[in-house]
């Protein structure tokens, strides 16, 4: 049996969910909602969702979806608020577990999803390189929630950096006075804990060499000494996966880019149309 990278980091990300937690969705997550939705139906039935998607709390989870995404999480709510009092006011008391994706994560686990460019705040004159989507809630929850978990489908030097250009996220840091920090990071080549409040290879993904996970990382990976290969998937996670939480293949989105990334979209809208 085949098992692709996506695959591989779904599972990864499911098995750190632990039965009735509170998990956190953002925006455009669909490897993370993949996520969540593997361990409900596996080992975690009773879990609660927080989606910034419907801005509320729900206990049936919204399916995977690109078109009716917005209306199906609303529909399922148990309550609703706004993004600001749910970042200001609720999820401080509910202190969800949470996946983020950073563009770029420093050795301890602190990220910037805000701009690439190291002139972006320290002079005002120069244009950051790249703007990146933004921070939603990040700088909030990240400085008190205990769970804080990444995941980067695209390991490379451009996102694992000794040195963030903006810090928009809080892992580790000297100014954290409440929550654990960065717990995990689970990339498409291997799954990384924090031990001590630093990054460190637990485990490679099959295929991949470690050799090839450090030439990919812009700082000296410390390893775990019971580093070993990321297990498989087993073929109960596989099938739940492809055939009844995703068979359209939306959690490859995160993982594709250009004219592969564009294809695959039209193809999923056109199968959605004929689901509707």
Known sequence: M???ADEIMVVCMARHIVDGEI???GLATPLVTAAYLLARETH???LYFTSAIGQGICRKPAPMSITNIERLWLDRSLTNVGFVRAAA?????????EFFRP???DPFGNFNNIAIGNHYLEDSKHKARLRLPGTGGIPDVTTFINDIYLYVPHHSKITFVEKLDVCSGMGHSPKRSVGQGTRALISNLGEFDFHDGRMRLISYHPG???HD???HTGFPLAISPELQETPLPTSTEIDILRNQIDPLGIRKLELLSGSERKHLLEEILEREKLLE
């Open 2 to 4: 085949d098992i692709t």
């Open 103 to 105: 563009a770029q994560v």
């Open 208 to 210: 991949v060499d470690i």
């Open 23 to 25: 998990v956190a969705q």
């Open 44 to 46: 975690a039935p009773h």
């Open 213 to 215: 996970i450090q030439k």
């Open 89 to 97: 006011d609720i999820l401080p008391s509910l202190k969800p577990k």
